[in-house]
């Protein structure tokens, strides 16, 4: 996606240097992998866009400035024509594949004469007790529908870096495949390896995942 620069008076950053949205309840902007965008159905996280199209419009015009409209108008916002400007953009966009990923069937599974026992057994975790298949199926790992973990249920809200934890209502299911190139992970970013989101989602759905189930989920997910 073509992007202009911020201005730096409207940016937030907490102590890992990722940029912050200005307002508390708003979720930091992060930059998602637009590889296998041909798949997706959903757009902009909580945002629900329906199309890339739609989705290549609305970061034109707004999301270079935290979807602040005034500073885009001040900066001067560069309006994409749909015809001749939007739709060849998000043809490009949809050739974006996959990164390779060698261990996988033409079904998105592993072949087990190229998986080492540990991803095996991941992928029976993950297709299994880990529960992680009901929201991202097989070839590509995701439902492209949304979703709500409550993960409220685990904390009162709270003021972290600036920013205050809320519940998040609705999230998209993000896309699996290639996961292991795109950290940090969940929608604001907050888990920053697939160790720690497995953690997170063995909390979220109390799974009750063992140690050895955890590592074995990793190294299937780093697989896909």
């Known amino acids: 996606m073509f992007r202009l620069p911020r201005q730096r008076t409207h940016q937030r950053f907490d102590a890992l240097g990722r940029r912050h949205s200005p307002q508390e309840f ?30 290549t419009e609305f970061e034109q015009r707004a999301a270079y400035f935290d979807g602040d409209p005034v500073i885009a108008t001040k900066k001067g916002v560069n309006v994409l024509e749909r015809a001749s400007q939007v739709h060849f953009m998000a043809e490009m966009q949809e050739l974006f594949d996959f990164p390779p990923a060698p261990k996988l069937n033409v079904l998105g599974r592993l072949d087990p004469r190229k998986a080492t026992e540990s991803e095996l057994r991941g992928q029976a975790v993950f297709f299994g007790k880990g529960q992680c298949a009901e929201c991202h199926p097989a070839p590509y790992y995701t439902d492209n529908t949304m979703h709500n973990l409550q993960a409220e249920r685990f904390f009162k809200p709270q003021m972290v870096n600036g920013r205050m934890a809320s519940s998040d209502g609705p999230i998209k299911t993000f896309v699996l495949r290639g996961i292991k190139e795109s950290p940090p992970y969940l929608h604001d970013g907050r888990l920053l390896t697939l160790e720690d989101t497995v953690e997170f989602f063995n909390q979220v759905l109390e799974t009750k995942l063992t140690e050895q189930e955890k590592q074995d989920l990793t190294a299937f997910m780093r697989c896909l």
């Open 26 to 55: 708003r979720h930091r902007l992060d930059t998602p992998s637009l590889r296998g965008v041909n798949i997706q159905r959903l757009f902009g996280s909580q945002r629900a866009i329906k199309s890339v199209e739609d989705f």
